[in-house]
T-cell receptor, first 113, second 119 residues
Framework: GENVEQHPSTLSVQEGDSAVIKCTYSDSASNYFPWYKQELGKRPQLIID?????GEKKDQRIAVTLNKTAKHFSLHITETQPEDSAVYFCAASGTGGGNKLTFGTGTQLKVEL | GAVVSQHPSRVICKSGTSVKIECRSL??????MFWYRQFPKQSLMLMAT?????????EQGVEKDKFLINHASLTLSTLTVTSAHPEDSSFYIC???????????????FGPGTRLTVL
């Protein structure tokens, strides 16, 4: 089955700096890669996603890049703000796995003033 | 659109009792619902995949006789934790998707979660 690794587990940045979180996946058949932001005790919130036919996608301060050959994808947050502080999860899914999501282990992002 | 609700949001029960959690898609028909468990400071772990009208598919290591899943309609799935024990205390989250309209995107819409505490 799919295995998703995520790094770093914790990330502390100064407000206004950029934050980058990286994930690798094992199943070359995976074709959908969402990123979620989860605040304590809340549901995961989809912030951006990318499909395997696209190499990069951007939405305001958030961007995701995908390298299918290397099987890794990254989340980039620019101009970080304190409200960006949360746990971020990457995930991967594909039709071969019944469209189920396999999550990374999470990154605790702290944006300091 | 794409709203998923869960009930209850929080439940405390005694060891040995059973607890039922409901997951509803409010404004779309969910062909597939997923149940996750999340322990403190850990990731979401898929427990089972539930397709409307058929038996759930459980992930390895998840006891199907302990975690009963029913997906009787396109808008409702239930998870029953039978004979709950303290180690079952966790945050249970459901998600739903409509494979007919997701455009192959596989996007899942998450419920708000249920915090289960077993005393």
């Amino acid at each position: 089955g799919e295995n998703v690794e995520q790094h770093p587990s914790t990330l502390s940045v100064q407000e206004g700096d950029s934050a980058v979180i990286k994930c690798t996946y094992s199943d070359s058949a995976s074709n959908y890669f969402p990123w979620y932001k989860q605040e304590l005790g809340k549901r995961p919130q989809l912030i951006i996603d990318i499909r395997s036919n696209v190499g990069e996608k951007k939405d305001q301060r958030i961007a995701v890049t995908l390298n299918k050959t290397a099987k890794h994808f990254s989340l980039h947050i620019t101009e970080t703000q304190p409200e960006d502080s949360a746990v971020y999860f990457c995930a991967a899914s594909g039709t071969g796995g019944g469209n189920k999501l396999t999550f990374g282990t999470g990154t605790q992002l702290k944006v300091e003033l | 659109g794409a709203v998923v609700s869960q009930h209850p949001s929080r439940v405390i029960c005694k060891s040995g009792t059973s607890v039922k959690i409901e997951c509803r898609s409010l404004d779309f028909q969910a062909t597939t619902m997923f149940w996750y468990r999340q322990f403190p400071k850990q990731s979401l772990m898929l427990m089972a995949t539930s397709n409307e009208g058929s038996k759930a598919t459980y992930e390895q290591g998840v006891e199907k006789d302990k975690f009963l899943i029913n997906h009787a309609s396109l808008t409702l799935s239930t998870l029953t934790v039978t004979s709950a024990h303290p180690e079952d205390s966790s945050f249970y989250i459901c998600s739903a998707t409509d494979a007919r309209t997701s455009g192959g995107k596989n996007e899942q819409f998450f419920g708000p979660g249920t915090r289960l505490t077993v005393l």
